[in-house]
Structure formats: C-alpha cells, structure tokens
C-alpha cells in the first residue's frame, strides 16, 4: 500500500517520509492497533551486497522522519546472514528504530509485545 493510500484509510499525514509528495515508497503492511497505526516491513537477506546497505539507511530515514507523526509506528522484521556483512548500517538503524526484530524476536512473542494478537488478526482482516 503506498501512502497516499494510507493517508486516506487511516487518516494520517505522511507527507514527511514521502517529501511532501516527491518520493514513494511502498510498505507491505498496515494496521491498526491500540489507536496507533503500524507500518511493517519485512526481509530476509541471505546474502551481503549494497542494497542491505541502502535498505537500512532508507527505514533509518523513514523513522527519523515520522518520529512526529502522532499515532504511527514504523515496524522492520529483518534477518538473514548478509547482515553479517552490514552490521554497521543495521546497527545505525537499531540505534533510531525502537522496533526492529529478527526471527528469533517473532518466534519469542515480539508481535505480542507491540500489540494484542487478536487486535492484530482483526484489524488486518477489516
């Protein structure tokens, strides 16, 4: 869903991560929970290249950018071992983004630390 189209559903303001209009980035998954809308992201990376790289640096960017937009939280699901090769940048991005989680962190109930499970299944499913 790209933003413009959450702007309208989830009646938000996200022109600060498109700039004002000029760039779109397309998330995967939207919802809404506990009054906060989430926007989610999810990856596995198997191997080291430069796009591990931008790819931090740009979910960075977008939570800089939406830290003062009330009522959404950016949410990333990483892993795999071409972070091994990146761990700076993905160290960059852990620094700012309260909400970054691994296999492990889903498998121990992260999702369950954000929000209620069953809040999740039917807000996704309205």
């Given at each position: 869903m790209?933003?413009?189209?959450?702007?309208?559903k989830?009646n938000?303001n996200?022109?600060a991560?498109r700039?004002?209009?000029?760039?779109?980035?397309e998330?995967?998954?939207?919802?809404?929970?506990?009054?906060?809308?989430?926007a989610?992201?999810?990856?596995?990376?198997?191997?080291?290249?430069s796009?591990?790289?931008?790819?931090?640096?740009?979910?960075?960017n977008?939570?800089?950018?939406?830290?003062?937009?009330?009522g959404?939280?950016f949410?990333w699901?990483?892993?795999?071992i071409?972070?091994?090769t990146?761990k700076?940048?993905?160290?960059?991005t852990?620094d700012?983004?309260?909400?970054?989680?691994?296999l492990?962190?889903?498998?121990n109930?992260a999702?369950?630390?954000i929000i209620d499970?069953?809040?999740?299944l039917?807000?996704?499913?309205?």
């Amino acid at each position: 869903m790209y933003k413009p189209e959450v702007d309208g559903k989830f009646n938000l303001n996200l022109s600060a991560i498109r700039h004002d209009g000029k760039t779109e980035k397309e998330l995967i998954l939207f919802f809404r929970a506990s009054g906060t809308v989430y926007a989610c992201e999810c990856n596995f990376c198997g191997s080291s290249g430069s796009k591990l790289n931008e790819t931090a640096r740009s979910y960075k960017n977008i939570t800089i950018e939406s830290k003062g937009i009330s009522g959404f939280q950016f949410v990333w699901f990483t892993d795999g071992i071409g972070w091994n090769t990146a761990k700076h940048n993905l160290e960059e991005t852990f620094d700012v983004l309260e909400c970054l989680y691994n296999l492990n962190d889903l498998e121990n109930g992260a999702i369950k630390k954000i929000i209620d499970a069953n809040e999740f299944l039917n807000s996704i499913l309205k």
